[in-house]
């Protein structure tokens, strides 16, 4: 079955960049987003389509695609952005969705 | 504004069947597709499957095809995850989400139904 990858972990101090990463071999062919998850809440989708952002996230997310891999990064990271991550595309047939294993992001 | 407002907390023993909901609200139910994404305890999200409301066609996950079924009223603007036989492993958190017009995301979630399954 298709899976995507991402590090189980990324650790950054306030104001650093963080970076997380999304490998898939279909990343090609299909839009990948991202999700933020803070304890205790519902997924909230961050960014669309690779590198769109929905109405009221903040410019410091953004998202980028290069070949088999998307990247979400995080600029000028704050405190409230600690929490779990998922990247989330669709298989090469656009018929089953899929979630990356999640990264959690310790701001330190 | 739109909602998804999923029904409560549930305990149940292995063996019993179990429906939850997923009521929408602030747009046309038949307008996007309804998925559904469970979580346990501690771990990352999964697909279990996803519904056009208009005909209640559905695509299930292979991970959870079988396992499940996924229903749509329309009269009441309700999603629905059923089980017709827990098991102890169903325990987890249960999130309807809509998908997002055109595109493989979802873009609002429901707040979530913990599940416990236990004897």
């Known amino acids: 079955s298709y899976e995507l990858t991402q590090p189980p972990s990324v650790s950054v101090s306030p104001g650093q960049t963080a970076r997380i990463t999304c490998s898939g071999e279909?990343?090609?062919?299909?839009?990948a987003c991202w999700y933020q998850q803070k304890s205790g809440q519902a997924p909230v989708l961050l960014i669309y389509?690779?590198?769109a952002r929905p109405s009221g996230i903040p410019e410091r997310f953004s998202g980028s695609s290069s070949g088999t891999t998307v990247t979400l990064t995080i600029s000028g990271v704050q405190a409230e952005d600690e929490a779990d991550y998922y990247c989330q595309s669709a298989d090469s047939s656009a018929t089953y969705v899929v979630f990356g294993g999640g990264t959690k992001l310790t701001v330190l | 504004e739109v909602q998804l407002v999923q029904s409560g907390a549930e305990v149940k023993k292995p063996g019993e069947s179990l429906k939850i909901s997923c009521k929408i609200s602030g747009y046309n139910f038949t307008s996007y597709l309804i998925g559904w994404v469970r979580q346990m305890p501690g771990k990352g999200l999964e697909w279990m499957g996803i519904?056009?409301?208009?005909?209640?066609?559905?695509t299930y996950s292979p991970s959870f095809q079988g396992q499940v079924t996924i229903s749509a009223d329309k009269s009441i603007s309700t999603a629905y995850l059923q089980w017709s036989s827990l098991k102890a492993s169903d325990s987890a958190m249960y999130y309807c989400?809509?998908?997002?017009?055109?595109?493989?995301?979802?873009?609002?979630w429901g707040q979530g139904t913990m599940v416990t399954v236990s004897s």
């Open positions: 389509k690779d590198s």
């Open positions: 279909a990343l090609p062919k299909q839009y």
């Open positions: 989400a809509r998908r997002g017009a055109g595109a493989m995301l979802f873009d609002i």
């Open positions: 519904i056009y409301p208009g005909d209640s066609d559905t």
